[in-house]
């Protein structure tokens, strides 16, 4: 979890994650139960999924790939870590 801390923990450059955008942040703050990863509220997202590129003391950049006819769109997406309420990561461990 990155909101409101100062410091990060190692996170995970280069892996996948799913942001969950501060609901504050966006308008969504009611006082409704709302789950912390959820991808979206009545039609809005809520969430950014994407590649871990890089980190610094007060933002974060995520890389957006979406294959398409003829190539491939990539998007980077710099976000401020006040306005993040968690980063998720997935993780297969075989038994």
């Known amino acids: 979890m990155l909101g409101g801390c100062k410091s990060s923990p190692n996170l995970p450059i280069g892996k996948d ?7 504050r942040a966006l308008g969504a703050g009611a006082p409704l139960p709302v789950s912390p990863t959820t991808m979206g509220i009545n039609g809005a997202e809520t969430a950014i999924r994407g590649k871990l590129i890089a980190v610094s003391h007060s933002w974060i950049e995520i890389r957006v790939s979406t294959v398409q ?5 990539i998007k ?14 997935d993780t297969f461990q075989a038994q």
Do not use: A, M
């Not at 006819?69 to 769109?73: H, Q």
């Open 76 to 89: 980077s997406y710099w976000i401020p870590k006040e306005k993040i309420l968690l980063i998720q990561t």
């Open 17 to 23: 994650v799913i942001v969950q955008f501060d609901r």
């Open 69 to 73: 006819t003829g190539g491939t769109s």
